[in-house]
């Protein structure tokens, strides 16, 4: 029995029929598949290393330059048999983040204050408001970034600290593409994509402890100050 939520990858399957053949051929391509999602590093050289951190550190800049604000994403969230989908409203004041989650029509789903994410028909997602501003800049925070490896463009960044992460930084682009942090709350996980003005167009968060899962798309941003 495999554990829950483990990919299926290297199952013992039988040959005494077509049927087993054909299964074993699907697993075959399934392991090459979870082969492929899996990337994998090497050491990093020391002009890498020296390249990266140079790189990661002019990202942290241009994305932490962010002062109050006003920000709208289009917006879908799961958690469970949960589904929603609408608008949310971020606003970002010094170190306060609050944010309101609503439906196509206005009405509200869920408001984010004090760290929190909550809502009637959902379980509380803890996120304390400096690591949602972070991520929501598709960066890190916490001590200083190591290189853990590299694969071609990319560099693997590690943070130490009492909430151990990493990320996927891509160097040609100087871009964070994903972020796992292991939190007391439960594992987070964000992945970056689109373009970056300079925070990213497309973020998509998943809270492993309560399976909650929230997909964003920039749709604007209003700078205060």
């Given at each position: 029995?495999?554990?829950?939520?483990?990919?299926?990858?290297?199952?013992?399957?039988?040959?005494?029929?077509?049927r087993s053949l054909a299964r074993l051929l699907a697993v075959?391509?399934?392991?090459?598949?979870?082969?492929?999602?899996?990337?994998?590093?090497?050491?990093?050289?020391?002009?890498?290393?020296?390249?990266?951190?140079?790189?990661?550190?002019?990202?942290?800049?241009?994305?932490?330059?962010?002062?109050?604000?006003?920000?709208?994403?289009?917006?879908?969230?799961?958690?469970?048999?949960?589904?929603?989908?609408?608008?949310?409203?971020?606003?970002?004041?010094?170190?306060?983040?609050?944010?309101?989650?609503?439906?196509?029509?206005?009405?509200?789903?869920?408001?984010?204050?004090?760290?929190?994410?909550?809502?009637?028909?959902?379980?509380?997602?803890?996120?304390?408001?400096?690591?949602?501003?972070?991520?929501?800049?598709?960066?890190?925070?916490?001590?200083?970034?190591?290189?853990?490896?590299?694969?071609?463009?990319?560099?693997?960044?590690?943070?130490?600290?009492?909430?151990?992460?990493?990320?996927?930084?891509?160097?040609?682009?100087?871009?964070?593409?994903?972020?796992?942090?292991?939190?007391?709350?439960?594992?987070?996980?964000?992945?970056?994509?689109?373009?970056?003005?300079?925070?990213?167009?497309?973020?998509?968060?998943?809270?492993?402890?309560?399976?909650?899962?929230?997909?964003?798309?920039?749709?604007?941003?209003?700078?205060?100050?």
């Open positions: 029995m495999r554990a829950p939520g483990a990919f299926p990858c290297g199952r013992a399957v039988g040959l005494g029929s077509r075959v391509l399934l392991g090459t598949a979870c082969a492929s999602r899996a990337l994998r590093f090497g050491p990093a050289s020391a002009e890498t290393s020296v390249a990266a951190l140079r790189e990661w550190e002019r990202a942290t800049a241009r994305a932490g330059q962010a002062g109050d604000e006003n920000i709208l994403y289009d917006a879908a969230m799961t958690q469970g048999l949960f589904r929603a989908a609408g608008t949310l409203a971020v606003r970002l004041r010094g170190e306060r983040v609050e944010g309101t989650l609503a439906g196509p029509f206005g009405s509200p789903i869920a408001t984010y204050s004090d760290g929190e994410l909550r809502g009637e028909k959902i379980s509380p997602v803890r996120l304390p408001a400096e690591e949602l501003r972070a991520v929501l800049a598709g960066i890190w925070i916490g001590p200083p970034a190591e290189i853990a490896g590299e694969n071609g463009s990319e560099v693997l960044l590690r943070w130490s600290g009492a909430f151990p992460a990493e990320g996927v930084f891509n160097l040609d682009r100087a871009e964070l593409g994903m972020l796992r942090v292991q939190r007391a709350e439960g594992q987070l996980e964000a992945r970056f994509s689109g373009r970056r003005d300079p925070w990213p167009d497309r973020i998509e968060i998943e809270e492993k402890r309560t399976g909650s899962t929230l997909k964003l798309k920039l749709l604007s941003r209003e700078v205060l100050r």
